[in-house]
């Protein structure tokens, strides 16, 4: 499984429904899952992004339907990075001669 970093902001519809917002993460959740991945953390944060989930998926093409998805709602915005693990890390900074 790949390791995703998934930074989320409201849109102006999401936070005007906030009230809603764990009944979509809960959906969310729910539909990560039946498509093979899952979350494995998820915070509330302050600052530059709402908030953040670190979630799995078994592939690219995967989360990226995931993020479609969730933003088709019209309640967030989503960005989202690969994460590497350190061995991956440490293998990728060791190829480097």
């Given at each position: 499984?790949?390791?995703?970093?998934?930074?989320?902001?409201?849109?102006?519809?999401?936070?005007?429904?906030?009230?809603?917002?764990?009944?979509?993460?809960?959906?969310?959740?729910k539909?990560?899952?039946?498509?093979?991945?899952?979350?494995?953390?998820?915070?509330?944060?302050?600052?530059?992004?709402?908030?953040?989930?670190?979630?799995?998926?078994?592939?690219?093409?995967?989360?990226?339907?995931?993020?479609?998805?969730?933003?088709?709602g019209g309640?967030?915005?989503?960005?989202?990075?690969?994460?590497?693990?350190?061995?991956?890390?440490?293998?990728?900074?060791?190829?480097?001669?």
């Amino acid at each position: 499984m790949t390791t995703y970093i998934v930074l989320i902001n409201w849109t102006e519809l999401g936070a005007k429904n906030v009230r809603e917002s764990p009944k979509r993460l809960d959906a969310a959740k729910k539909l990560l899952g039946e498509m093979g991945g899952s979350f494995k953390s998820f915070y509330l944060t302050m600052g530059e992004c709402d908030m953040v989930a670190i979630v799995e998926a078994p592939d690219d093409a995967v989360l990226a339907r995931f993020a479609l998805l969730l933003s088709s709602g019209g309640s967030v915005k989503t960005r989202t990075m690969k994460a590497f693990p350190e061995f991956a890390y440490r293998e990728i900074i060791s190829s480097l001669g």
